[in-house]
Structure formats: C-alpha cells, structure tokens
C-alpha cells in the first residue's frame, strides 16, 4: 500500500462513476442508463455494438437513482422522473434521443411511473394526488389523467395489459393488515377483481403480463419464502389457476417474462447473494446463471444479439453490464466498471459471521428492559480492515425490509481505508430468509432486532480479538439511523460514537409527516395505529431517552426529505439540548440543503465520506490503513 494523501483518496472513491437502472432499448441496440461521470445523476445512451457511451441529460434528472424511467415503446424517447432537490414530489418528463425534454405529466403529489402502453399513449401511473397512492390512466396525446382506483392501503405494482384492456396491481381490503392481493381490473379501473393466489395475511404482488395477455406473472410469499407464480386467465378471471415455481429452499421473486412468454426470470437470494435463475413457463425446470457470489440482475428486454442485459456487483468488484449467453452460459462486458486509480484487488470481501441470539445481549439495556425472545441464527458480514488493533464501525441497514448483501458500497470501502473494520447485521425483521422472518419485527420495533445488532457486536469482539472494544461506533441511515439512535439510547456501554443519517427518533411525528404510503405501508402495517398503539409509540422512540446517550452523536439530515422528514432530526437535536448536552462537545448536528433521503451527486457522497470522516478521526480515530489506496 502507497502513502497517498488522504484526502485524495476520499475523493477518488467518492468520485468513481457508477451504473444504475439499464433499460434496453425496443430493438436491443442500446441502453439507457443513469451514470454520474460528469459528478451527477444524467441519463446516458450505451451503444451495445462499439461500446461508445453519449450523455443524453443535463441536470434534468433526480439526483437519487430510486426514480426510474421508461422507453417509449417507439424507441425514440424516454420518460422520466423530475423533481425538486429530491423532495421525491415527481413529475413525469419525456427526453428525445438527442436530449430534448418536455413535461408530460405535472400533478400534486408524488407520482410513480409504472407502465406505458405499448402504443405509447397511455402511462399508467401511481399517485398520491388524492392523499393515498392509487393508481390513474394518463392519456398521452390528450393530457387527461383519469383516476383508477380509490383504495385507503396504498396500491402498488400497475401493469398494463399487452392490448391495454386490463390492469394488475396489488393492494389491500381485509382487516388483516399485512395481507396484500392481486387484482385485475378493466382498463377504466372498473370490475376489479381478486385473484386470490395467496392465503390471507400473505404478500402478494403482479410483476409482468405475458405477450398474449392470458397469463399474469406474480410473487407471493403464502409458503413463507418467497415465490414465483403465473397465474392462467385463458379461462377468464372467474377461472384463473396459478401454478407456482421453485423447490421452497430459497427465497425467490419474479421479475419479468422473457420474449414469447415461454420462460421468466426471477432472483434467487441465498443469505447475502442474489443470482438471477430463468424458469420454464412450462416444464418448470431452471437454470440458475453463472456469476460471482454477489449481487447480479436481469433487465427487461433482449439485446439485438438475443443475449440478456445483466448489471453484477460484489463486495469488491464495482456494478458493470455484461452480456449473458444463455445457450453458451457466458457473459461478455457491455459497460466494466470504473476504478480510477484504485487496484480492485484492494478492495476488501466480508467474511460471513453467524451467531444465535435471543434479542437480548450481554450488555445492560438502558432504556426498555426486555424478556429473552425466540432464539435465531442471525447472520452478519465482518469487513476487516487489516489494521491492529482495528476500531469497529457496526453499521445497520436501513428499510427495515432490507437485507446486506455482498454488493460494493464506496462508504464501506472508505471506511476500510480509514482503518475501520464494519460490520452489518441482518437482523430479524430482515428480508432474505421468509415472511415470518420480516414479521419478527412487527410490533417490536427497537426491540429483538436491536438486541441482534448488539449481541452481533458482542460475539465478533469476542471472537476476534484485533478488534478494539474501546473504539466502537455505530452507523446507519433511515432505518439504519434509527438503529443508531436505538443504540446509543438502549446499549451505550458499547459505543464510543454514533452516526444517525437521516434516521428516525420519534415514531408519533413520523407518523404525522411521512408520505402517505409510507404512513400505512410501513408504520401502520409494523406498528399500528397510533391512538390505539400509544405505549408502543411512545416506548420505541429514542427521544425519550436522550438522556442515556454517553458519547459523541452526529446527526445529519436533508432538508427535503420526503421518507423521514427533516423534523425527525430537529426533535433529537432539541431534546438533547433540553437534556443538558452541549453541542459541538457532546453532539454535532448538520443539516443538508437540496438534498432529500439520500443523493446520487458526487459532491454530496464526497460532503457525506468529509462529514464521516471528520467526525470519526475526532471521536475514536484510527491510524490509517489505506486498505483501497490508489496507486499502488
């Protein structure tokens, strides 16, 4: 390893392009995709013959990848997503191939691109206009948009039909709240119906209508994992079967029907690799595909070659595009990744850490005593850093329906190069390993979870002892930064530090101000209602135990977060201040203009790794390592 400057080495990670959301091309010769060469977010246009690579945006797109777009079906433009300093409060623009844009769709609300037409003259759109998100027709040449559904659950995963007559989606009417069905209904929304293909309180959702309309592709998690399943309406609704995929050892989701209809692709999750298999529609035999122990997906479409458009990462090889030969099982790189001046062999691979838990560590519980729960094997990635003795940073990750995988994170790899071994947990509550896994976190948020971060902490400083129990930090964003702030309230005897990036500290004001989907979907659906769940509410928040924080906390958020509004931070920062600590001494706060729940732009991941970095060498510091260094 090279004695680089460090703050070179912050920036080159930080300023290393990256490939997100590949769309191929209605007749295979190109890709669509977002790409931050230029130190944002812009859409660009891969040539798959030669290779060459055309920016086609400029400043026009968000500066979070979370918006996708679409090709029209004529090939000569693409919609996509427009909005304000990630506010997430999106329009719907279309951009010509030689980067003309205009507005098409322009509503209150958030508004979510699902599906276009295949003339092109109709997206299908969900929207939260009217307070929940439902779905409404957009007519193109006309401007009219046309409410579809009116649902109190929020509706998810719209698909139009091959000749545009039908829509499939999925939402809620039962009592039962974790349930989720599938429906078709006519193309004005009306005469819809529920398939039933999942038993109640099950998960189940419409992924891609086959090329002749009769056959609906699903997922659903009625068996505990998860599974693929294409339901047969040649019969009619009334009469639809659905026949279901896989053997029931991994967790698997259906992600598109390959061309005719004959075979589908799906992603197969085992522990903290993702590889994409491709199912016969018929025969139900599979083939899983050949790449590193990673994360790897399929994207819609065929190349003009009739090769799939695979996007792959690991832990330490960057996201590229290859090409995937399924007769000859071989890929070929469309787009490589970019490593500057870095040796992706520098690049640090977790090892695999698993221990049984309880929920209810060694360490004294500050805030909420606790009763041992169900015993759980819960597995972890351990990066080591290579420095002696090795500070720890314990990073949980956010959703909480989420999981860490083996897929490169530039944060991570900053963090190794500072000296700082990491580790992640995923805990219950985690996705990955089945509903009931998930549901362990229902009605228990900052409880077992919690307790598997820090029993996890515990048991890899037991196991390895060049880890400095003395200089422990925890780490996280959204509900990751919940878990932060959970941690240094509940188990401050472990931590020397804590960073809370856009996290939540108080459930009744997250309740209030989140996005409406969000309200139902994720604090309804984990915790109930408020007024009739108030002790929970109140018990859980980490506000209201400020005064069992024992060391140094940054909190930093975005102004213009629409998931965990900005307040969140603001009530933490004035409770700390009530409580009696000095800011600048025994917490540091920031907040961050023009940026919502995360941004994509490269100044801002250099601003994140400086506030990190600063931060940590402060309070626990570590002696460099430079475990990624550039010129070596």
């Keep these: 390893m090279s004695d680089t400057d460090e703050t070179d080495v912050l920036r080159e990670l930080a ?33 798959v013959a030669d290779g060459s690579l055309e920016q086609l945006s400029d400043g026009d797109v968000p500066r979070s990848v979370r918006a996708g777009f679409e090709w029209d079906p004529s090939g000569d433009r693409l919609f996509y997503h427009r909005d304000e300093d990630g506010d997430e409060q999106h329009d719907v623009w279309a951009m010509s191939l030689d980067g003309e844009s205009e507005p098409v769709v322009e509503m209150d609300g958030q508004i979510r691109l699902n599906d ?6 109709t997206l299908l759109l969900g929207s939260s206009r009217g307070g929940q998100m439902n779905l409404y027709r957009y007519d193109v040449p006309s401007g009219e948009a046309t409410k579809l559904t009116e649902y109190d659950r929020a509706v998810a995963a719209g698909e139009l039909s091959p000749d545009g007559d ?7 009417e ?23 293909v999942g038993d109640l309180g099950a ?23 998860g599974r693929a399943g294409i339901v047969d309406l040649s019969d009619g609704v009334e009469n639809a079967t659905v ?32 590889v994409p298999v491709v199912y016969d529609a018929d025969t139900g035999e599979s083939d899983e595909l050949d790449f590193p122990a990673g994360v790897a997906n399929v994207a819609e479409g065929r190349l003009a070659d009739d090769d799939l458009l695979a996007y792959r990462t690991t832990s330490s090889r960057r996201p590229e595009l290859v090409a995937y030969d399924l007769d000859a099982d071989e890929t070929e790189t469309v787009l490589g990744a970019e490593y500057g001046p870095f040796d992706p062999d520098d690049f640090v691979e977790p090892e695999t850490v698993s221990f049984t838990s309880d929920g209810v560590p060694e360490t004294p519980a500050r805030a909420v005593d606790h009763d041992p729960y169900e015993e759980f094997e819960i597995e972890g990635l351990l990066f080591d850093s290579g420095r002696r003795p090795s500070p720890l940073i314990v990073n949980p990750h956010g959703g909480p329906r989420h999981h860490d995988m083996r897929r490169f994170s530039y944060r991570v790899q900053f963090l190794l190069s500072r000296g700082y071994s990491v580790l992640q947990v995923n805990y219950r509550g985690s996705t990955g390993r089945g509903r009931e896994f998930v549901e362990e976190l229902y009605d228990d948020w900052g409880g ?10 515990e048991r890899v400083l037991d196991e390895y002892d060049w880890l400095d129990e003395d200089r422990v930090a925890v780490y996280g964003g959204s509900y990751g930064g919940y878990s932060a702030n959970w941690q240094m309230v509940q188990y401050p005897d472990l931590y020397a530090a804590g960073i809370t990036w856009v996290g939540v500290s108080d459930l009744f004001d997250m309740y209030e101000n989140t996005m409406p989907h969000f309200r139902t ?14 002790a929970t509410y109140r018990e859980r928040s980490p506000v209201n135990y400020v005064e069992n924080v024992d060391a140094p906390l940054l909190i930093v958020h975005g102004v213009n977060d629409p998931r965990v509004p900005v307040s969140q931070a603001r009530i933490l920062r004035d409770a700390l201040d009530e409580a009696g600590f000095e800011e600048g001494d025994d917490y540091e706060y920031e907040e961050l203009g023009e940026e919502g729940h995360g941004s994509g732009d490269i100044d801002q991941k250099i601003r994140s790794l400086e506030l990190l970095d600063d931060f940590l060498d402060r309070r626990i510091g570590a002696e460099r390592t430079a475990v990624a260094s550039p010129d070596d």
């Design 15 to 47: 300023s290393l392009p990256t490939i997100a959301s590949p769309r191929v091309s209605p007749d295979g010769e190109t890709v669509a995709l977002y790409y931050d060469v230029t130190g944002r977010n812009e859409l660009h246009l891969l040539d």
């Design 521 to 534: 979907e994720l604090m309804v659906k984990n915790l109930g209602e408020p007024d009739e769940n108030e």
């Design 448 to 457: 077992a979870e919690q307790g598997d971060v820090a029993t996890g902490a």
């Design 116 to 121: 276009v037409s295949e003339d092109g003259e």
């Design 203 to 225: 998960e189940a959702a419409s992924i891609d209508w086959g090329p002749d309309g009769d056959r609906l592709l699903v997922n659903d998690n009625s068996a505990d994992l």
């Design 174 to 196: 039962t009592d039962t709240y974790e349930n989720m069905d599938v429906y078709v209904a006519d193309a004005d929304g009306s005469n819809p119906r529920n398939l039933d």
């Design 243 to 274: 026949t279901w995929f896989g053997e029931g050892e991994f967790e698997e989701g259906a992600s598109h029907f390959l061309e005719g209809g004959d075979r589908f692709v799906a992603s197969r999750t085992r522990g903290a690799v993702t």
């Design 166 to 172: 039908r829509i499939a989606y999925a939402t809620n």
